[in-house]
Structure formats: C-alpha cells, structure tokens
C-alpha cells in the first residue's frame, strides 16, 4: 500500500510539473505583448534618444563661441550619437511621434526632391534673427527644424561653425535647431509616461479608450510598427543599392553614418522583434520558421549596410545588398502573413499607410 501510494503520489507530481510546463511555455498575451513592449524596448529607446539629445545645444554654443578643434570634435560626435539613437525609434511613427509631425520635425529622410536644401538656403539668404526667438523655428517647415538640417550646418566646410561675422546666423539658426531637437524629443518621453500618456493608453485597452478598444488592437499596433521598420530599410536603406532608377542618397550621407544608422535600425528592430515573442505562438510544425527567421537576423546583422561585412557577425560571409533586400522583404511578410496571423493579429495590408 505504501510502494501503491507512494507511486500515485509520483504520478500527481509528474501531472503537476508538466502542467507547470505546459504553463510555462504558453505565448505571452496580447495585453503582456504591449507591456513588454513598452517597458523593454519603447520607452528605453526614447530615452536613450532624450539623454543622446540633451548635450545637443551646448555643444554647438562651444563651438560658435570656440570654434575650437576639441569643440568640433565633441559637436560631432554629439550629432553622431544623436542620429544612431534616432535610428532606433525612426519606425515607431505612432503616437507621440505621429503627433504634431515630430517624426518630421526632428528628421526630414528621407528628401528625394532636396526640399530640405531649398529651405534652408531660404532661410540662411534671409537672414532673419528672430529664428532665435522661443517658439519660431517651431513655425517653420518641418525639414528645417531637426537632425537633418543641423547636419548641413555643421558639415559645411564652406561656412564652417565658429566665432566671426560669417557665421553668426548659421550659429543662431544652428542653436536653436539644436533647442528644438531637444524640445521635441522631450516632448514625446512626457506624452509616453506622464499619467494618462501613451503608455497608459496602450496597456488601458477598452470600451472607452478613443484608440484602443481591446488589447489585441494595441499589440497590432506595436507588430505593425515592426513590419514598417522592416520596410522602411529594405525600400529606403537597401534598395537603392541594387536599383540604379531610385536616387536616393543614404541616411547622414554628410556625417558618413550609413553603416552605424543601418546597424542601429536592425539592431532595434531584432529587439522589438525579440520582445514581442511572436514565434511563441507557433505550433510544433512550423519549426522552419524559426529556423528561417534566425537565418535572416543573422544575414541582416553580418551586412554592414552597405555591402560588406558587419565587424563581429556571427556569419563569416558578407550578404549583398540583393538578399538584405530579399530577406528583409521576407521577415516583413512573415510577420505579416504568418507569425501575426498565429498569435491572432490582424495586421491587414495597409501597414505603411500614412508613411
């Protein structure tokens, strides 16, 4: 009785961990899908933005003041750590960055008709120094209040940045560039965490929020960011590699930052990808997905964006631009069609609509 007893004990046991187990591998919510979204990829994303931003406006008043090498030297790799944490939030054009058209505001890219260059050579004929004053470059066009214009001021060798008469309104215009840079990527952390902000809007799904009536219309909106991202670098980064029609010149092509913006892009998207957990739903059978899925971030992370090798890439190989193209066309499809369809997501076709 005692070995009968001791046996069915066992066999309880055995029902109660594989129960556990079974718990333990279920897909994470749509709701947690939001969450873990929010928590582990958005909010610090934009975060980093703010803290890379923040040093923005005393960098360029030591340079106009200075003009030193130890000056331009620290300006530039301010402006360099600004973009490459741009890079890593440039596909969230939802929410705070749809709003108000920061996305454009802080970086006018890409610019295929030079709209950027026309104004700013506008602006800069001119010469009117209330662009200095609070709030009015605010009323300017979008193109000439963010990252891309600061480049083109920065980046002249012709006018370069510095203490004298040619350059004090470039300087003026350049400062209050960098002011409104800041002021905007404030702005989108305070509408993400203040109470009743994005955020709580995303993870407050319902009958009563304006935009999100259940939790699986909020994680779509996170999914489809990711497919745009996935987008955004195969039509805008890689394809006008291998197409000679699109003339299109790459991200802070000034600042040479192709290769750092490309790595900074797929290195953000991987993450988001990583944290929304979507391969969780798939059944056993669909073990090829997977397998398919970590070929490709291993492809896009071994290309350096440009055509060859990304330095410590797991793959030995660089990928040319055709099949970063391809397998980016592909993972975005698969999230589309496949791994959103298996975690109940109705993504739809109309993803980029709006970008």
Known sequence: MIRKATLVGLSILALVVQAASVSASEPISHEGMVKAAIERHIIPHFEALKAAAEPLPAAVANVCKTGSADANRELSEQFDKAVIAYAGVDFLRFGPMLEGGRREQLSFWPDPRGYLARQMRLILTKQDEAIAQSGALGKQSAAVQGLTALEILIRDPDVPLGPGEPAHYRCLFAEAIAANIVRLVGEIVTEWEKPGGWAEKMLHAGPDNDTYKNPSEAAVEVVKALIVGLSLTAD????????????????????????????????????????????????????????????????????????????????????????????????????????????????GFNELDGD
């Not at 988001?272 to 391969?279: D, G, I, S, T």
Request: net charge positive; glycine share 6%; no cysteine.
């Open 236 to 347: 805008l980064q890689i394809k006008p590699q291998i197409d000679p029609k699109i003339r299109l010149k790459p991200p802070y092509d000034k600042s040479g930052l192709q290769k750092p913006y490309y790595a900074a892009s797929i290195a953000s998207l991987h993450q988001l990808y990583k944290v929304l957990q979507l391969e969780d739903y798939l059944t056993p059978d669909k073990r090829w997905m997977k397998d398919w899925v970590a070929g490709t971030w291993r492809a896009l992370e071994a290309s350096d964006g440009a055509g060859g090798h990304a330095a410590h890439a797991e793959r030995d190989d660089a990928p040319t631009p055709r099949e970063i193209f391809d397998r980016t066309n592909g993972l975005r499809n698969m999230v589309s069609n496949r791994l959103s369809v298996a975690a109940k997501l109705t993504v």
